[in-house]
């Protein structure tokens, strides 16, 4: 289960976690974002797709794929993306001890220099975070997730979950994945171009 848009309601509660990004009705911008990466293939792809759109985005990478994977990792970097820790081996926080969090978050943060992290399934403990935020760690959650990665939920009920909420300063979640890739690929050109006609600009975070 998941809240396909995050009331404000729920991000004022938690206000050591950044929700959207900075926007003005001058430069109004979008900030996309791309989780459970690098792949071989579908990360390639997207980054295609960016580069044909002159979008950019933030990837938030696992760290034993950047192992895997390190030229896929270091073609993000050059394509001017940002990138952030997504932890080593995808732990889920609430399940999971503070020093083994912590420490799966520092052995990812030796292949990726950053200082934003999410956690993976939004799942943090209040220590966790306060523990990552002392350390410099600027946590990032996001406005919209539309559950790309849901097989259950068509492509068509993806975009239309973008496309009817999406607002200036959103972060939007989608996923450089296996499981995510039939209702992304169809997403994200049509996102993109939905955003140029709205004359969105899609930017990173930082």
């Not at 990466?37 to 794929?65: D, M, R, S, Y």
């Not at 995510?180 to 899609?202: D, F, Q």
Request: glycine content about 6%.
């Amino acid at each position: 289960m998941y809240i396909n848009s995050i009331p404000d309601w729920i991000q004022s509660l938690f206000k050591r976690y950044t929700w959207e990004g900075a926007s003005s009705d001058a430069q109004p911008k979008v900030y996309l974002t791309f989780d459970d990466g690098p792949h071989p293939e579908i990360t390639p792809w997207v980054l295609e797709q960016l580069e044909q759109h002159e979008a950019l985005a933030t990837f938030f990478c696992i760290g034993k794929n950047v192992i895997e994977y390190p030229d896929v990792y270091s073609s993000i970097i050059s394509k001017g993306h940002a990138v952030g820790n997504h932890s080593h081996t995808h732990l889920k926080g609430r399940k999971t001890k503070d020093d083994l969090y912590l420490k799966d978050i520092e052995q990812a943060q030796l292949f990726i220099n950053s200082d934003l992290f999410r956690p993976p399934y939004g799942s943090i403990k209040r220590s966790q975070a306060k523990l990552l935020s002392a350390k410099g760690f600027k946590i990032i959650l996001w406005t919209l997730i539309p559950g790309d990665w849901d097989q259950t939920i068509s492509p068509q009920k993806c975009l239309e979950n973008i496309v009817f909420n999406l607002e200036p300063g959103n972060i939007l979640v989608l996923h450089d994945s296996e499981k995510a890739r039939a209702n992304m690929e169809y997403v994200l050109p049509r996102l993109l171009a939905h955003c140029k006609k709205k004359g969105w600009e899609l930017a990173t975070l930082s």
